[in-house]
């Protein structure tokens, strides 16, 4: 998370992985042993600072339990200039 731009460059939630969240967590005094992925992740999207940088999308997707996955706009795979 980047909060002095605002969180325009933080990565997107749904993507931060396990040894990410767990750093956070432990930070803020809320990780334990026995944490889930799933578990972590919605501590983290309840976080004051991560909710106030939430997009109308990111928002409705957390509401109706959806993992909204962000394509880059140049990935050699998924959007390869030339075929």
């Given amino acids: 998370m980047n909060l002095s731009d ?5 990565p ?13 967590l432990t930070e803020r005094k809320l990780w334990h ?8 992740r919605d501590i983290m999207w309840e ?4 909710v106030a940088q939430r997009t109308i999308i990111e928002q409705l997707c957390y509401d109706n339990r959806i ?4 394509q880059s706009k140049a990935h050699p795979v998924f959007n390869a200039v030339e075929v």
């Fill in 67 to 70: 993992v909204c996955l962000y």
């Fill in 47 to 50: 976080q004051p600072d991560v």
């Fill in 6 to 10: 605002g969180g325009v460059n933080r």
């Fill in 12 to 24: 997107a939630m749904r993507t931060i992985g396990m040894k990410g969240l767990q750093t956070v």
């Fill in 33 to 40: 042993e026995k944490m889930s992925l799933n578990e972590a």
